[in-house]
């Protein structure tokens, strides 16, 4: 039954998107009202989880998965992170605090696919398990901005330190988890192991490949959700913005749950088809929420509410995709390869996009609390996130036979 691995699981990934969820959503609009910075600044503030991510594979395909223990690495990181996350208050000038962001996020993108790692490696049925391990993620998201927004914490610093001594208890946690030592030590190393580039060999999958593609092409338009909601809420007038954004992570766990039916029932390009749309939805529903006066409140929650078929139907079943394509050597190089994917090529040219098409709708002259065209904004990611869908529907194929992600331990 493994219950106390599950526990232990399910405690390190609500630790580990406290962290993120008590700043990530909070920080544009900190940088907005308080340290004044643009949208092009915020939008680059937003790109340095991508440089972060960026590096991911380097940690984790290289040093993880050759030199250092799984769940000592993750500790090391932890520790190292909250104290850079308790410095960044101190940096209010963005030639400071942009290089200090980079470097926190640095010590912390690697343990996302570290952690996925390290859970695949040990959960025996990883296709029905994981997703039920990762529910906590998704509460400790929710936990992570409901105790910020009590702190009344979205423009004020407070958000960092919340964040930066959750990452210390989350460092002191992470050695308590099995022993999960490198795979490939005392084997021949090739250049491109030396680069985590072990898991580029699966693209000549041509599925595989289409599945990259469009991941890569998803995140474009996805960032924006995440650069620009915040100060759109905070535009509107909204009070509690973090805490009504945490509604996103409710829906998480419910289809979290739901997500090993549907992958049963529909399979792999059915279940990441219908992530793709929910993105392009919750992008329309935005739109037309700018003009909908009546309706504005019920099409905003809409949005926030998709998120869960947004993130669960396409990240969380696309690292269960790739894990069935992966073998037990390159495991953690295809998880940190798709986090350079997600958390860092694809976002870095998002949040970068993001911010430039936010400050290009900045009106001449605000309109009560409104400041920016936001109608123009988000149509642009309703587009965008239409197109990969059809480019999803058209080229990916279902794998022929579904495998089963298990290890021995």
Known sequence: MQTKLKAQLSLFMFLQYFIWGSWYVSMGTYLASTLKFGGREIGAAYGAFAIGSMISPFFVGLIADRYFASERMLGVLGLLGGLMMCALPQLTEFGTFYPGLILYC???APTLALGNSLALHHLADARQDFPRVKVLSAVGWIVGGLAMSAMH???SPVQFYLAGGVSVAFGLFA????????KKVGSGVSIGEILGLDALALLKKPSFAIFIACLFLICIPLYFYFV????YLTELQWENVAGRMTLAQVSDVVFLFLLPVFLKRLGYKRTLFLGILAWAMRYAFLAQSVDAAGAQTTLIFAAILLHGVCY???FIA???YADGEANERNRGAVQGFIAFILWGLGAFVGTMLAGYVQAAHKLPQAIGAVTHD??????QPAIGATAVLIVFAICFREPKATKSTSSET
């Open 175 to 182: 050695f308590t988890l099995p022993h999960t030592p490198p």
């Open 312 to 314: 669960d139907f396409l």
């Open 153 to 155: 914490g979205e423009q």
């Open 318 to 320: 696309g690292q269960l």
């Open 228 to 231: 620009n909601m915040a100060i």
């Open 374 to 379: 936001w109608k123009g904004i988000w149509m």
């Open 106 to 108: 640095a010590l912390y």
